[in-house]
């Protein structure tokens, strides 16, 4: 079946202008996972959502940042008045539930280069 | 604070070796590791997890192995191809009450395997 989509796969963009990334994950998967990946660094973990809550925002940089899902499908990940460190990939991932152990599946990421 | 380090950042092996790549963690209270794979421009591939309570993993020529005790796993590669040549990164999920699979990860080791 399809993987994980992302888009929009690039994006540029003027500092201080907003941005929406979007993330399409698995049919029938209940978790989604966004990921930061700055040039030279690790993935960071940004936010998980369990269908449309998300317990856990600890990953979030700042309150620029946020993030929503509807239901057990799309979400969309908001980056309001962007800086130049919010150049980086974001790369979404989904998961058939929350139990851990569950292999995580990544989307090909969307790289955002802020002006 | 989990942390996650992959040495070296890259390596360069002639086609047809075996190879280990090592990943080291400082916390382990983990629930599993995961192995992924990253090309160029794409997403991230899952290649073998293991589970807290195994020791190692098995899939083709990989072969992933871990010791929680001294934070430890290592993936290897049996008679490399040109085609494994990618970034491989190293993954953990720790034991974080109420959350499940927010994973830590490694840089990364860039692998080139020259023909």
């Known amino acids: 079946g399809a993987g994980v989509s992302q888009s929009p796969s690039n994006k540029v963009t003027e500092k201080g202008k907003d941005v929406e990334l979007r993330c399409d994950p698995i049919?029938?998967?209940?978790?989604l996972y966004w990921y930061r990946q700055r040039l030279g660094q690790g993935l960071e973990f940004l936010i998980y959502?369990?269908?449309?809550?998300?317990?856990?925002k600890s990953g979030l940089p700042s309150d620029r940042f946020s993030a929503e899902r509807t239901g057990e499908s799309v979400s969309t990940l908001t980056i309001q008045r962007t800086q130049q460190e919010d150049s980086a990939v974001y790369l979404c991932?989904?998961?058939?539930?929350?139990?851990?152990?569950?292999?995580?599946?990544f989307g090909p990421g969307t790289r955002l280069l802020v002006l | 604070k989990q942390e996650v380090t992959q040495i070296p950042a890259a390596l360069s092996v002639p086609e047809g070796e075996n190879l280990v790549l090592n990943c080291s963690f400082t916390?382990?209270?983990?629930?599993?590791l995961q192995w992924f794979r990253q090309d160029p421009g794409k997403g991230l591939t899952s290649l073998l997890l293991?589970?807290?309570?195994?020791r190692e993993q098995t899939s083709g020529r990989l072969n992933a192995s871990l010791d929680k005790s001294s934070g430890r796993s290592t993936l290897y590669i049996a008679a490399s191809q040109p085609g494994d040549s990618a970034t491989y990164l190293c993954?953990?999920?720790?034991?974080?009450?109420?959350?499940?699979?927010?994973?830590?990860f490694g840089k990364g080791i860039t692998l080139s395997v020259r023909p």
């Open positions: 293991i589970q807290s309570s195994q």
């Open positions: 993954a953990v999920g720790s034991d974080y009450t109420g959350a499940n699979s927010k994973l830590t």
């Open positions: 049919s029938g998967h209940t978790a």
């Open positions: 991932a989904s998961s058939l539930g929350v139990y851990r152990g569950e292999t995580q599946y």
């Open positions: 959502f369990q269908g449309n809550s998300a317990p856990d």
């Open positions: 916390d382990s209270a983990i629930y599993n």
